[in-house]
């Protein structure tokens, strides 16, 4: 049994006989040779072909006419001497087709002007041995048999064209012809050519800028490359262009011209024709549409963008009704693009299938359809039709279904229909043959772009916080927006750190780059900065101690961040910059400011650098908004102007629904840099607690001062006996824990939130105490831990500026009515 893949490739020969069969008609067209060459590119995979022809002695073989890549990219010449050791003249003495794999192109005497050799060349005679038809590809392994019979059927239906017209010996020229002197620029021209721009032969003075001035100013780079001597090739050039009307639309005129060598004495000059571009071909004739394709696809970066290229370069000049691209998966055509893209354009059968934003397509239920995809060849149903429903009512007046192969196996379909009636000229079976090709190729290669992107989000999302901690007096979001420029990782983070006393860190940052280093590099950096901040540092010494620690990995990366600690009981904020962008502060009136902060260098750049704080402050209402240079920065408009019309953004947003804001922000996101935005609304705590703080005296009375201390504290806070005296036994044990197994300053701080009494007492020692196993009635010690815990609801240690505090919460009873 024939596997799918070799039956997809089985009928790649036949396919291209089909697409020659429709250009036969007209061996004279002028863009006839082209759209020849142009079939090797799509049927054999070539990046380049081209037709080499004998001059008029023999003695040369000149490029007259070529398609792909352009021929320097190889280092193929212009002309060949017919007689050597060149491939081309062995090909042309001996009629015999010449292949040539990477090693054998190495060992050939034009290798040194290849920069890498890495291709594989055919040469083959053409029909008659007029000339050469010579072929390259990049692919590994180079032309396999399918291909070479592809190539061969193209060098058999190739007819070399008549010569270009030029100056007869009476010194006329046809009506349709020019010749143009490169080295004056004095431009001959037939009468013909004069009435389409519109000028009489006395009008005319002779210059070619006078011609080009007339011409639409778009055009003219393109008309430039022609008619200048430095950019121009041996071989027929072809292009169209458009010219000024006194009124109405510009007209479409075609170029097709061949440099003429200098020779006896005569200047190297420019000979060819122009002519009306609408008399020559009708719209979907147009070999320009294929090759817009192609250059549309090659960027076409998701699967949406090959559909959206292939409706743009398909409907429009097919004057189609509608038009479907789907991807196979597992017998259902996944649906990536309609148009029109609403439900009611479409047949009952589509819009029961209807799940999300497009349907998914049955195959099984289409036969029909399903017999085309296995045979892998174009169909086209003109009306009527006795297809089944599901199909039919896609084109009533007309069907065509382009199954798309790519790889070795069928990658999706593509269906255009009809509703009216339609004729299938020759040269719209061309356009759709080519077509497919190209746009299968193109869909398998953004199905791995988008598994590949999908990848590299989860991994950035992974990366970076899941969800966001509940703030006391205040609500955080954040956004994240990976490039869609490539598919590296990207180095932007945020983070929101929650800190005692009711302090939150918000951190924003970028790392150099966008790759797997600087993914990582970020994860370490964000785990850096948050176990710097939880140790209780101020907000200059977490940011000194994560740039020392850069330093110290000796990486070659560099990253910037912005590191704002908010004390949320008084409204009042630290900033400390490291080479990234200052926080924006809208106010509770609206207006904002680009908060003036003291910067440092960014992290990674010099280890002694210093890291100022700036103040902030908040009020109730205020929203404080820091983000990434990927959302503010543009190629056509500073840093500065971004952070300005940030400013006014966030001015006109409504801060009440935060979430809207951050969406709102990011709308205008070129996302050709990843962005990071971290939004914090600053409300004010409904219930500030109550603290009072004691430095410990190293003195042999000093648990007994620390009792009354706050003894007298939480008496004028109003707390009963019973519940005091459970507090003062929690500060007895551990003001004299931390004065016996420490050295350094002890601190006692008192906290009264609703009903909850926070005890807790901060030493220089970072060892946490260890509750033992078991005390026996002759331990001296280890017992200051154990009441601690039978006296409060809970309690631990936390890290504090290179030491620890160690604290224990007490509910208390509500206080009983005055």
Request: net charge negative.
């Given at each position: 049994?024939?596997?799918?893949?070799?039956?997809?490739?089985?009928?790649?020969?036949?396919?291209?006989?089909?697409?020659?069969?429709?250009l036969?008609?007209?061996?004279?067209?002028p863009?006839?040779?082209?759209r020849?060459?142009?079939?090797?590119?799509?049927?054999a995979?070539?990046?380049?072909?081209?037709?080499?022809?004998?001059?008029?002695?023999?003695?040369?073989?000149?490029?007259?006419?070529?398609?792909?890549?352009?021929?320097?990219?190889?280092?193929?010449?212009?002309?060949y001497?017919?007689?050597?050791?060149?491939?081309?003249?062995?090909?042309h003495?001996?009629?015999?087709?010449?292949?040539?794999?990477?090693?054998?192109?190495?060992d050939?005497?034009?290798?040194?002007?290849?920069p890498?050799?890495?291709?594989?060349?055919?040469?083959?005679?053409?029909?008659?041995?007029?000339?050469?038809?010579?072929?390259?590809?990049?692919?590994?392994?180079?032309?396999?048999?399918?291909?070479?019979?592809?190539?061969?059927?193209?060098?058999?239906?190739?007819?070399?064209?008549?010569?270009?017209?030029t100056?007869?010996?009476?010194g006329e020229?046809?009506?349709?012809?020019?010749?143009?002197?490169?080295d004056?620029?004095?431009?001959?021209?037939?009468?013909g050519?004069?009435?389409?721009?519109?000028?009489?032969?006395?009008?005319?003075?002779?210059?070619?800028?006078?011609?080009?001035?007339?011409?639409?100013?778009?055009?003219?780079p393109?008309?430039?490359?022609?008619?200048?001597?430095?950019?121009?090739?041996?071989?027929?050039?072809?292009?169209?262009?458009?010219?000024?009307?006194?009124?109405?639309?510009?007209?479409?005129?075609?170029?097709?011209?061949?440099?003429?060598?200098?020779?006896?004495?005569?200047p190297?000059?420019?000979?060819?024709?122009?002519?009306?571009?609408?008399t020559?071909?009708?719209?979907?004739?147009?070999?320009?549409?294929?090759?817009?394709?192609?250059?549309?696809?090659?960027?076409?970066?998701?699967?949406?963008?090959?559909?959206?290229?292939?409706?743009?370069?398909?409907?429009?000049?097919?004057k189609?009704?509608?038009?479907?691209?789907?991807e196979?998966?597992?017998?259902?055509?996944v649906v990536?693009v309609l148009?029109p893209?609403?439900?009611?354009?479409?047949?009952?059968?589509?819009?029961?299938?209807?799940?999300?934003?497009?349907?998914?397509?049955?195959?099984?239920?289409?036969?029909?359809?399903?017999?085309?995809?296995?045979?892998?060849?174009?169909?086209?149903?003109?009306?009527?039709?006795?297809?089944?429903?599901?199909?039919?009512?896609?084109?009533?007046?007309?069907?065509?279904?382009?199954?798309?192969?790519?790889?070795?196996?069928?990658?999706?379909?593509?269906?255009?229909?009809?509703?009216?009636?339609?004729?299938?000229?020759?040269?719209?079976?061309?356009?759709?043959?080519?077509?497919?090709?190209?746009?299968?190729?193109?869909l398998?290669?953004?199905?791995?772009?988008?598994?590949e992107?999908?990848?590299?989000?989860?991994?950035?999302?992974?990366?970076?916080?899941?969800?966001?901690?509940?703030?006391?007096?205040?609500?955080?979001?954040?956004?994240?927006?990976?490039?869609?420029?490539?598919?590296?990782?990207?180095?932007?983070?945020?983070?929101?750190?929650?800190?005692?006393?009711?302090?939150?860190?918000?951190?924003?940052?970028?790392?150099?780059?966008?790759?797997?280093?600087?993914?990582?590099?970020?994860?370490?950096?964000?785990?850096?900065?948050?176990?710097?901040?939880?140790?209780?540092?101020?907000?200059?010494?977490?940011?000194?101690?994560?740039?020392?620690?850069?330093?110290?990995?000796?990486s070659?990366?560099f990253?910037?961040c912005?590191?704002?600690?908010?004390?949320?009981?008084?409204?009042?904020?630290?900033?400390?910059?490291?080479?990234?962008?200052p926080?924006?502060?809208?106010?509770?009136?609206?207006?904002?400011?680009?908060c003036?902060?003291?910067?440092?260098?960014p992290?990674?750049?010099?280890?002694?650098?210093?890291?100022?704080?700036?103040?902030?402050?908040?009020?109730?209402?205020?929203l404080?908004?820091?983000?990434?240079?990927?959302?503010?920065?543009?190629?056509?408009?500073?840093?500065?102007?971004?952070?300005?019309?940030?400013?006014?953004?966030?001015?006109?947003?409504?801060?009440?629904?935060?979430?809207?804001?951050?969406?709102?922000?990011?709308?205008?996101?070129r996302?050709?840099d990843?962005?990071?935005?971290?939004?914090?609304?600053?409300?004010?705590?409904?219930v500030?607690?109550?603290r009072?703080?004691?430095?410990?005296?190293?003195?042999?009375?000093?648990?007994?001062?620390?009792?009354?201390?706050?003894?007298?504290?939480?008496?004028?806070?109003?707390?009963t006996?019973?519940?005091?005296?459970?507090?003062?036994?929690?500060?007895?044990?551990?003001?004299?824990?931390?004065?016996?197994?420490?050295?350094?300053?002890?601190?006692?701080?008192?906290?009264?939130?609703?009903?909850?009494?926070?005890?807790?007492v901060?030493?220089?020692?970072?060892?946490?105490?260890?509750?033992?196993?078991?005390?026996?009635?002759?331990?001296?010690?280890?017992?200051?831990?154990?009441?601690?815990?039978?006296?409060?609801?809970?309690?631990?240690?936390?890290?504090?500026?290179?030491?620890?505090?160690?604290?224990?919460?007490?509910?208390?009873p509500?206080?009983?009515?005055?």
């Open positions: 049994m024939v596997s799918e893949g070799a039956a997809v490739r089985g009928i790649r020969t036949e396919r291209a006989e089909i697409a020659l069969e429709t036969t008609g007209d061996p004279g067209a863009d006839w040779l082209r020849v060459l142009e079939q090797a590119l799509v049927f995979g070539a990046s380049f072909a081209g037709v080499y022809t004998p001059c008029d002695d023999g003695s040369v073989l000149r490029l007259a006419e070529s398609a792909g890549l352009p021929r320097t990219c190889f280092g193929l010449r212009d002309a001497p017919a007689v050597g050791q060149s491939p081309a003249a062995e090909a003495l001996t009629g015999r087709t010449r292949w040539l794999g990477p090693e054998d192109v190495a050939c005497p034009d290798a040194r002007r290849t890498s050799p890495e291709f594989s060349l055919g040469v083959l005679p053409v029909s008659g041995r007029a000339g050469l038809l010579a072929v390259i590809s990049e692919r590994d392994g180079g032309f396999d048999p399918e291909d070479r019979a592809c190539l061969e059927l193209i060098a058999d239906a190739i007819a070399l064209p008549a010569p270009l017209p100056v007869s010996d009476t020229l046809p009506a349709d012809a020019f010749s143009l002197a490169m004056t620029g004095r431009i001959e021209i037939g009468d050519i004069l009435g389409l721009f519109g000028m009489s032969r006395d009008e005319f003075d002779g210059k070619v800028e006078t011609l080009l001035g007339r011409t639409v100013p778009e055009d003219v393109a008309l430039m490359s022609v008619v200048e001597a430095d950019h121009m090739s041996i071989g027929d050039r072809e292009l169209e262009f458009r010219i000024l009307q006194p009124s109405g639309a510009p007209r479409w005129l075609r170029l097709r011209g061949r440099m003429v060598p200098a020779a006896d004495g005569r190297a000059r420019l000979a060819g024709t122009v002519a009306d571009a609408s020559l071909r009708s719209d979907v004739t147009d070999v320009a549409r294929v090759q817009r394709l192609a250059a549309a696809l090659a960027t076409a970066g998701t699967v949406k963008d090959v559909g959206q290229a292939v409706v743009t370069a398909l409907r429009g000049p097919l189609a009704d509608r038009i479907a691209l789907a196979l998966e597992n017998e259902r055509l990536t148009d893209p609403d439900a009611e354009s479409w047949p009952e059968l589509w819009r029961s299938e209807w799940r999300t934003e497009w349907p998914d397509a049955p195959v099984r239920s289409m036969p029909t359809l399903a017999a085309v995809l296995r045979e892998g060849r174009p169909r086209i149903w003109p009306a009527p039709t006795t297809l089944e429903p599901a199909l039919a009512e896609v084109g009533p007046g007309g069907l065509a279904v382009l199954p798309l192969p790519a790889g070795g196996r069928m990658a999706g379909a593509c269906l255009i229909g009809w509703d009216s009636p339609h004729d299938f000229g020759p040269d719209e079976r061309a356009l759709l043959t080519a077509s497919a090709g190209l746009a299968g190729e193109a398998m290669r953004a199905h791995a772009f988008d598994a992107h999908e990848l590299v989000g989860m991994l950035q999302r992974a990366l970076l916080p899941r969800r966001l901690p509940r703030l006391p007096g205040g609500l955080a979001v954040a956004r994240y927006l990976p490039t869609t420029a490539g598919l590296e990782v990207g180095g932007d983070w945020y983070d929101v750190i929650p800190l005692i006393d009711n302090h939150v860190a918000l951190v924003i940052g970028d790392v150099q780059g966008h790759s797997a280093a600087a993914a990582t590099l970020m994860g370490q950096m964000r785990t850096a900065l948050r176990a710097y901040a939880t140790e209780g540092h101020t907000p200059d010494v977490v940011v000194s101690l994560a740039n020392r620690l850069l330093m110290d990995m000796e070659d990366l990253a910037t912005c590191y704002v600690d908010v004390d949320m009981e008084a409204g009042t904020a630290w900033c400390v910059r490291a080479g990234h962008l926080p924006v502060l809208r106010h509770p009136d609206g207006s904002t400011e680009v003036r902060t003291d910067g440092g260098l992290l990674g750049v010099l280890a002694q650098a210093d890291f100022p704080m700036t103040e902030l402050s908040l009020r109730p209402g205020a404080l908004a820091l983000t990434t240079d990927g959302l503010v920065e543009s190629p056509d408009a500073d840093i500065d102007e971004g952070m300005r019309h940030f400013a006014r953004n966030l001015g006109a947003a409504d801060p009440s629904h935060l979430g809207l804001v951050a969406d709102a922000l990011l709308a205008d996101a996302r050709a990843d962005v990071a935005l971290l939004l914090m609304r600053y409300d004010g705590m409904a500030r607690p109550l009072e703080t004691w430095t410990v005296w190293r003195v042999p009375e000093a648990a007994r001062h620390a009792r009354r201390f706050s003894k007298r504290t939480l008496r004028s806070w109003g707390i006996d019973d519940a005091m005296d459970a507090g003062l036994l929690v500060v007895s044990e551990l003001v004299t824990n931390a004065l016996i197994h420490t050295d350094g300053p002890v601190r006692l701080d008192l906290t009264l939130v609703d009903h909850r009494l926070r005890i807790a901060a030493d220089a020692s970072p060892r946490s105490p260890v509750k033992p196993a078991s005390i026996g009635w002759e331990a001296t010690g280890g017992r200051g831990i154990v009441l601690v815990e039978a006296m409060s609801d809970a309690w631990g240690t936390v890290p504090v500026s290179g030491g620890k505090q160690v604290w224990a919460d007490l509910v208390l509500d206080r009983p009515p005055d």
